[in-house]
Nanobody, 124 residues
Framework: QVQAVESGGGLVQAGGSLRLSCTCSSRTFYNDAMAWFRQAPGKEREFVAAITWSGGRTYYSDSVKGRFTISFDNAKITVYLQMTSLKPEDTAVYYC?????????????????WGQGTQVTVSS
């Protein structure tokens, strides 16, 4: 059973930075990408960023492009999300997940093995 574990969340002031980490217990050849999603209270889960293990191609939502950077350490099966210039609207529970389907990288339905989530709170 593949498990993903996030860490690194916390409370930060607007304009500050945080780095999230997500480590998977294992992955297979078919799990080509890993992604971060977030969910704010009363809102649906939304895509934040994704990265492919093969080639390191990255994908970002428009709301975080230029402020967040996704990267990975293949040997550790760990993905990072460096978040800078944080805004109060970035406040959410952040989840990582491993690709399990063959659809678009932007859809949560293409992912499984979700982590338990880590809270990010940005104060104004």
């Amino acid at each position: 059973q593949v498990q993903a574990v996030e860490s690194g969340g916390g409370l930060v002031q607007a304009g500050g930075s945080l780095r999230l980490s997500c480590t998977c217990s294992s992955r297979t050849f078919y799990n080509d990408a890993m992604a971060w999603f977030r969910q704010a209270p009363g809102k649906e889960r939304e895509f934040v960023a994704a990265i492919t293990w093969s080639g390191g191609r990255t994908y970002y939502s428009d709301s975080v492009k230029g402020r967040f950077t996704i990267s990975f350490d293949n040997a550790k099966i760990t993905v990072y999300l460096q978040m800078t210039s944080l805004k109060p609207e970035d406040t959410a529970v952040y989840y990582c997940a491993l690709q399990t389907g063959s659809g678009t990288y932007y859809s949560s339905s293409n992912y499984g093995h979700w982590g338990q989530g880590t809270q990010v709170t940005v104060s104004s």
